[in-house]
C-alpha cells in the first residue's frame, strides 16, 4: 500500500495564532512530499514541494514565511500556518510520492483549518 | 502559461451507462497523466495513470490519451452511485519535476 496520514483532521484557531500540521507516511519512506491548498469549489493549488533534509521550493505567490515547511525525515513533513487570517482559511492536503521511480502521489486526509 | 481544462459539469448520467470524462492540457512536452477521485470533503484518491497514447484500461476504468490532440480521457462502465464525485485530471507538465497541474474536476453524478 501506500498510506499517507495527517494530523489534525480539522482545527480551529484564532487570528494571529499558528497552526502546525503534520503529514506521515505510513508504509513507505517518500523522497518527496507536497502540500497544496484547496479552496471550496476550486482545484488543488500546490504550494511547495518538500525534499527530506533539504529546504522547501514553494510556488510563486506562496508567502514562505508564512508557511513553514520542515521536512525531517522520510515519513515526516510539517506545514506551519504561522500568524494565521481568515483568509488562510481553507483545505490543505499533502501527498507524497513513494519511490523515485515513481510519478504518481499518494495523498493524505487533509485538515480543514478554519481561522475565526 | 500551464493548463489543465476539464468541463465542471455536472455530468449526470443513468447508473449502469458509460460515463465519459474529459482533459485537455496546454504544455505540449506533457508525458504524465493522472486521474483522481475526489468525494466531497475528502481528498484525492488515485485511479489511474496513463503515460503512452492510445487507451489502458483497469477494470471498470479506461484512460485513453492522445498526445497530439492533447487531451486525456477517462471511461467508466456500469457506472454506479458509489462513483458520484468529482473526478480531477492531473498533468505533469515538466518531466523530473513530478510537479501536478490539476484541472479543475468534472463533477459526475450517476443517478440509481
Known amino acids: 500500500g501506500a498510506v499517507v496520514s495527517q494530523h489534525p483532521s480539522r482545527v480551529i484557531c484564532k487570528s494571529g495564532t499558528s497552526v502546525k500540521i503534520e503529514c506521515r507516511s505510513l508504509?513507505?519512506?517518500?523522497?518527496?512530499m507536497f502540500w497544496y491548498r484547496q479552496f471550496p469549489k476550486q482545484s488543488l493549488m500546490l504550494m511547495a514541494t518538500s525534499n527530506e533534509g533539504s529546504k522547501a521550493t514553494y510556488e510563486q505567490g506562496v508567502e514562505k514565511d508564512k508557511f513553514l515547511i520542515n521536512h525531517a525525515s522520510l515519513t515526516l513533513s510539517t506545514l506551519t500556518v504561522t500568524s494565521a487570517h481568515p483568509e488562510d482559511s481553507s483545505f490543505y492536503i499533502c501527498s507524497a510520492r513513494r519511490d523515485r521511480r515513481d510519478n504518481e502521489q499518494y495523498f493524505g486526509p487533509g485538515t480543514r483549518l478554519t481561522v475565526t | 502559461q500551464k493548463e489543465v481544462e476539464q468541463n465542471s459539469g455536472p455530468l449526470s448520467v443513468p447508473e449502469g451507462a458509460i460515463a465519459s470524462l474529459n482533459c485537455t492540457y496546454s504544455?505540449?512536452?506533457?508525458?504524465?497523466f493522472f486521474w483522481y477521485r475526489q468525494y466531497s470533503g475528502k481528498s484525492p484518491e488515485l485511479i489511474m495513470f496513463i503515460y503512452s497514447n492510445g487507451d489502458k484500461e483497469d477494470g471498470r476504468f479506461t484512460a485513453q490519451l492522445n498526445k497530439a490532440s492533447q487531451y486525456v480521457s477517462l471511461l467508466i462502465r456500469d457506472s454506479q452511485p458509489s462513483d458520484s464525485a468529482t473526478y480531477l485530471c492531473a498533468v505533469i507538465p515538466v518531466p523530473g519535476t513530478y510537479k501536478y497541474i490539476f484541472g479543475t474536476g468534472t463533477r459526475l453524478k450517476v443517478l440509481a
Open positions: 504544455d505540449r512536452g506533457s508525458q504524465s
Open positions: 508504509d513507505f519512506q517518500a523522497t518527496t
